[in-house]
């Protein structure tokens, strides 16, 4: 059992960030607080420098698309993880797809220096101050962002397959 | 008795003490039993060629003893396994480095035509960025069909006219991919 309750966590950044918070829910065991994009780099700071919660290890930072939700449609998922308290914490960040602007957290978690690339790779997402934003996985002269939702996922250049027999 | 069996002598012109055929014969004859690939292998199939190559199925048995790890002294180029775009120039840039006369072949779905992989990181099939000679299907292949493969590749060095590489036709096909 972990040694601070989700409910703890939560408290602490609504009452150190009353304005940004904008929804937050329980899923699994494990608290997602959705913040304001703007903010994003002081809370994690808080989170990590904070002397009970001690969020020092971030787990992992990944982008996901919601076509459907409009001005809101690309988001930054950033998973933490306190060593001290054995608990996770799952922050979630929203920008729009024609300004997809979010600012980096490298100067909070030097590891997220890769995983933002990856995440610009894939869905086009621009963290603001980052160091070196450029693509890292993909070829780079690759012209679009493959994991939005408007781009199949069969490669177009295929010629061998009939089209009604492979669902495109 | 030795149940070592010689190669058949090509056509030609035979009397007592001389024989006589064309070079290019000849040449290929030398050229199909002893060729050296340099294996290009990224996955599955690269196992495969592993055991292929290994005593019980014993590639050496068609000539191909010498496996070249470097391009600039192979013959054949051995593409076996998925090839990633961003693999892409890497594998064509190998291509470039042999001398030729070079011969490649594509073993197994992914590098024939992408296979399972028709995504958006991945070369549907390296014929996109290099000439290929032998298609080998299978997912994987077995190494019987890797040996029939190269069988065929053997077929076609020994049938090869020794001016091929200078015709128009094959500076067309190596002009379509970019190369000189």
Redesign the interface.
């Known amino acids: 059992m972990s040694a601070i309750s989700n409910g703890y966590i939560l408290n602490e950044i609504t009452e150190q960030f009353p304005v940004s918070v904008i929804d937050s829910l329980e899923s699994y065991g494990m608290l997602t607080v959705e913040v304001k994009a703007a903010d994003i780099v002081n809370i994690l700071n808080y989170l990590k420098h904070h002397p009970q919660i001690q969020m020092n290890f971030l787990t992992d930072v990944c982008g996901v698309h919601y076509p459907d939700q409009v001005g809101k449609e690309l988001g930054a998922v950033y998973h933490v993880h306190s060593f001290v308290n054995n608990v996770r914490l799952r922050l979630k960040c929203f920008a729009s797809v024609e300004n997809p602007q979010i600012p980096s957290i490298t100067s909070v978690f030097e590891a997220a220096n890769w995983q933002e690339r990856e995440t610009f790779d894939f869905y086009g997402i621009e963290f603001t101050n980052h160091p070196n934003l450029k693509r890292i996985?993909?070829?780079d002269e690759?012209d679009y962002f493959?994991l939005r939702k408007e781009?199949p996922?069969?490669?177009q250049?295929?010629?061998?397959?009939d089209d009604t027999y492979?669902g495109r | 008795m030795s149940t070592i069996q010689l190669t058949d002598a090509p056509a030609g012109l035979e009397g007592q003490g001389f024989f006589a055929t064309s070079f290019e014969k000849a040449v290929g004859l030398a050229r199909a039993n002893s060729i050296w690939p340099l294996p290009f292998a990224t996955s599955c199939c690269g196992i495969e060629f592993m055991a292929t190559m290994a005593s019980n199925y014993d590639l050496a048995r068609f000539g191909s003893e010498r496996i070249s790890f470097s391009p600039r002294q192979a013959d054949l180029l051995m593409v076996m396994g998925t090839i990633a775009?961003?693999m892409?120039p890497v594998l064509k840039q190998v291509y470039l480095q042999m001398a030729e006369p070079r011969w490649v072949i594509a073993v197994g779905a992914c590098a024939s035509?992408?296979g399972i992989f028709?995504?958006?990181?991945?070369l549907?099939?390296i014929d996109?960025v290099i000439p290929v000679d032998v298609y080998v299907p299978g997912c994987p292949p077995r190494p019987e069909q890797i040996i029939d493969g190269i069988t065929k590749i053997q077929e076609l060095v020994k049938n090869e006219p020794l001016r091929r590489r200078n015709s128009p036709e094959y500076k067309a096909l190596l002009a379509s991919y970019g190369i000189q």
Do not use: A, C, H, I
């Open positions: 996985l993909n070829v690759m493959p781009y996922l069969e490669d250049t295929r010629t061998d397959k492979f | 775009k961003k892409g035509s992408g028709d995504t958006y990181s991945v549907q099939g996109k």
